[in-house]
């Protein structure tokens, strides 16, 4: 099945700094996710981003399908950014539904 | 609009006893998804539903784990009898989707501990 590679696995920010988490996935993808999961453990949809770029206030997205990579941009970051970040490639053709083993994100005061 | 329910949120249970999770997906999402997330890492897919029928099971220990999705609606997985690496969350999510498109919405999940 496909697989999907997440990083850095940690990332340490002081808030207001800029940010940048990687996911490559091994074959062709439709569709892709970026997940927020918080402390409480709740996941919440970021972006549901299969090609090109998205933005929402300080995040954003860009997925470049041929080279089987996305990018997820944090600007400004703030505390409650702190927590763990999922890139996620729902059920193809090819393969089940795979999320990577995220990025977990501390943002200091 | 509502979101993903799932009960209970919490649930303590000695090895070799039973135990089953509902779920109630956003209305009108036709595919269901069961998780189960250990900690420190991504969420593993054990069984998605299209509508009553059963998509993909290939990551579900049928020897114990059990699912079903009755009228297409809400859910419930069971694990029968568990064992002490079934501590984890089980998240369930639903999508408006087809298949291999759309959003996934993630309920709360419930924590399962086994002693």
């Known amino acids: 099945g496909i697989q999907v590679e997440q990083s850095p696995p940690d990332l340490i920010l002081q808030e207001g700094a800029n940010s940048t988490l990687r996911c490559n996935f091994s074959?062709?993808?439709?569709?892709l996710q970026w997940f927020h999961q918080n402390p409480w453990g709740q996941l919440i949809n970021l972006f549901y981003?299969?090609?090109g770029t998205k933005q929402n206030g300080r995040l954003s997205a860009t997925t470049v399908a041929t080279e089987r990579y996305s990018l997820l941009y944090i600007s400004s970051s703030q505390t409650t950014d702190s927590g763990v970040y999922f890139c996620?490639?729902?059920?193809?053709?090819?393969?089940?539904?795979?999320f990577g083993d995220g990025t977990t994100l501390t943002v200091k005061p | 609009e509502a979101g993903v329910a799932q009960s209970p949120r919490y649930k303590i249970i000695e090895k070799r006893q039973s135990v089953a999770f509902w779920c109630n997906p956003i209305?009108?999402?036709?595919?269901l998804y069961w998780y189960q997330q250990i900690l420190g890492q991504g969420p593993k897919l054990l069984i998605q539903?299209?509508?009553?029928?059963?998509?993909?099971d290939s990551q579900l220990p049928k020897d114990r784990f059990s699912a079903e999705r009755l009228k297409g609606v809400d859910s419930t997985l069971k694990i029968q009898p568990a064992k002490l690496e079934d501590s984890a969350v089980y998240l369930c999510?639903?999508?408006?989707?087809?298949?291999?498109?759309?959003?996934?919405?993630f309920g709360p999940g419930t924590r399962l501990t086994v002693l």
């Open positions: 999510a639903s999508s408006l989707g087809l298949v291999s498109a759309g959003t996934q919405y």
């Open positions: 074959d062709s993808v439709n569709n």
């Open positions: 981003i299969p090609s």
């Open positions: 996620a490639v729902p059920k193809t053709n090819a393969g089940k539904s795979t």
């Open positions: 209305s009108g999402h036709a595919t």
């Open positions: 539903f299209q509508n009553n029928g059963v998509v993909d």
